[in-house]
């Protein structure tokens, strides 16, 4: 039970709170709360893929793992309307944001201040042409889920998520000392 003391100071708060114009009420409270910024990442698999699957890659700078397409909302963008753009610009996969369904789970808080909205979709791989523009990303490939290349760390933790990748299976996924 709360005390009645603060009960009545929070009284008191909501309704001074309440009285101030909405554009006074949005700017305290985004002053308020925490800050996130908000990523969309798209897991494409191969439609056509037997087995465990094959799941789409992507090696960018500086190339020492593989990851995902994926990048960051812009300002008023809805999350799968920026994973279809992203996976565009990355790949050369062009979807209308209606192919793409949540993931489950769909987003992902990370410990370092962002979260990632993540889309699934399945493309056949033999009538898919790959685009990339070698300056974001060098390459682009369809890998075996039971035998993905080397990955970033953070596309290692998201995919752990999904029960994909070397940190399947570790709920939740370990967050690394050396992460800045």
Do not use: C
């Not at 037997?50 to 793992?65: F, I, S």
């Not at 996976?87 to 992902?108: C, H, K, T, V, Y």
């Not at 979260?115 to 056949?124: G, I």
């Amino acid at each position: 039970m709360i005390p009645r003391s603060r009960a009545t100071g929070r009284a008191i708060f909501y309704q001074a709170f309440y009285r101030m114009p909405l554009p006074v009420r949005r700017r305290l409270v985004r002053l308020a709360v925490p800050k996130y910024i908000v990523g969309a990442v798209t897991l494409v698999r191969d439609a056509e893929a037997t087995g465990a699957g094959r799941l789409l890659m992507l090696r960018q700078p500086p190339g020492r793992g593989w990851s995902l397409p994926a990048g960051l909302l812009n300002r008023g963008e809805a999350p799968v309307v920026g994973a279809a753009r992203e996976l565009f610009e990355e790949s050369g996969i062009r979807l209308p944001p209606s192919r793409l369904r949540p993931a489950a789970p769909n987003a992902i808080v990370h410990a370092k201040g962002w979260v990632d909205m993540v889309f699934e979709t399945e493309v056949p791989a033999s009538t898919t042409d790959l685009a990339v523009d070698g300056a974001e990303v060098f390459e682009a490939a369809w890998h075996p889920l039971d035998d993905l290349p080397t990955l970033t760390w953070p596309t290692a933790r998201l995919l752990a998520y999904y029960d994909i990748g070397p940190l399947a299976g570790q709920f939740p996924p370990p967050i690394p000392d050396d992460l800045p």
